[in-house]
């Protein structure tokens, strides 16, 4: 019986190595789109591209960028709901919505917030939206009602002018990107109406992760000519790949390989800046249709990298202008005069021999078009003045000064 059982265990074990085998990750499915949304994908796309190379353009004192570019779509498009007038058809240019109705819009961003996070199990992806009115402002229940059903935006009324109110809002950022963006949001403005935030947060692990042992010291010949000692990642395995005449491209990809980071390396004596202008969104779709499958062998630095930025610059170059000057017309919002103050975009980024975790938030500043008028007062005539103790509210001493004599 012993014997019987000896022989038996190297087959169940092997038994058990041919089923792990076959447990392998199962491809994602795509994700179904109505007719004509591919439309949607690609002017996103656009925009993407487009909103990039302005904030490269701006922050070119910066050597690292990183945004989330749906991220700040999706903020803008929960605003672009309470838009009317020259101030949408701005916004609508600016985020490359044409030929598709109010409707098919919205429709596409509920698509990507319910259906990106389900795509890849092993992957997590979450996204959250919310709308932070200033306590007391009646805010027209149409334009809730749409990012509500949409966005699925948590509405939640705030009173600006109590301390905690700031730390409430970073709280909200913090938790939704498993506390990897803080403090995105510096302070309360004194006009502030209202904050539309998005949140989004990645972690996905390689499809074929890079064994740390082989990670070594290699040199990195960074912008301006000096050089540093970095992690380099090593591995030699089948990834899509193709070359073109500005560029390499490496696409790697996690999980279910739904998700996938296109690594784009310039050729030797080309610029990030130079193959930044090649890409386009139509010019991006023939590098991915172009990828083929083939060994590479791949070095690739670990890197963190974090950045905040101001778009109300880069978004005005792209076309939407109205929206931050005293003309804007957010009428949809509420009866009263609001504009665009501040679009504040904050990012994370960890790429390392597991995988990628990755974070942003994009915060719409809302105020009033101009300033509460500050009152003039001049003491120049007679005056009442009392002296009291503010917890009892009783009074110590009053008195009326009918003239003033100078004072030594």
Request: charged share 20%; hydrophobic share 40%.
């Amino acid at each position: 019986m012993k014997k019987l059982v000896v022989l038996l265990l190297p087959l169940l074990l092997l038994s058990a190595c041919d089923e792990q085998e076959l447990k392998q990750v199962k491809n994602a499915e795509p994700i179904p789109l109505k007719v004509g949304m591919e439309k949607r994908v690609r002017q996103d796309n656009t925009f993407a591209f487009d909103l990039f190379r302005q904030v490269v353009t701006t922050n070119s004192n910066e050597k690292n960028v990183f945004i989330s570019p749906l991220s700040v779509s999706i903020a803008l498009g929960m605003t672009w709901n309470g838009a009317n007038g020259e101030t949408k058809s701005e916004m609508e240019s600016a985020l490359k919505m044409s030929g598709m109705t109010v409707d098919e819009i919205n429709e596409y961003y509920q698509i990507m917030l319910s259906a990106l996070p389900e795509v890849d199990p092993s992957t997590k992806l979450h996204m959250a939206n919310s709308i932070w009115p200033k306590a007391g402002f009646p805010v027209k229940q149409d334009f809730l009602q749409v990012n509500r059903k949409y966005f699925t935006a948590e509405v939640r009324a705030l009173d600006f002018s109590k301390p905690e109110a700031l730390k409430t809002i970073n709280n909200w950022c913090a938790q939704n990107t498993n506390n990897l963006i803080k403090e995105p949001l510096d302070k309360i403005s004194a006009d502030a109406i209202m904050y539309l935030i998005n949140a989004v947060y990645f972690k996905g692990v390689w499809a074929k992760k890079f064994n740390a042992k082989e990670t070594t010291k290699a040199n990195f010949y960074a912008e301006g000519g000096s050089t540093a000692k970095v992690d380099m990642m090593h591995q030699q395995e089948t990834f899509g790949y193709q070359s073109d005449e500005v560029a390499q491209y490496l696409d790697m990809p996690y999980g279910n390989k739904a998700f996938s980071m296109t690594v784009v390396l310039p050729h030797e004596g080309k610029t990030t800046d130079q193959v930044l202008g090649h890409l386009s969104s139509e010019n991006w779709n023939r590098v991915v249709s172009g990828l083929s499958s083939r060994e590479v062998i791949v070095n690739l630095p670990k890197f963190k990298t974090k950045g905040k930025y101001e778009l109300k610059e880069p978004l005005m170059r792209m076309g939407m202008v109205k929206a931050f000057t005293t003309a804007a017309d957010l009428t949809g919002i509420a009866d009263a005069a609001l504009m665009i103050s501040r679009v504040i975009h904050s990012t994370y980024c960890d790429v390392n021999e597991e995988g990628t975790e990755a974070a942003a938030t994009t915060i719409v500043e809302a105020v009033f078009t101009s300033l509460p008028e500050i009152p003039t007062f001049n003491v120049n005539r007679p005056f009442i003045f009392v002296i009291r103790e503010n917890s009892t509210g009783v009074i110590l001493f009053m008195g009326k000064m009918g003239q003033i004599e100078r004072y030594e």
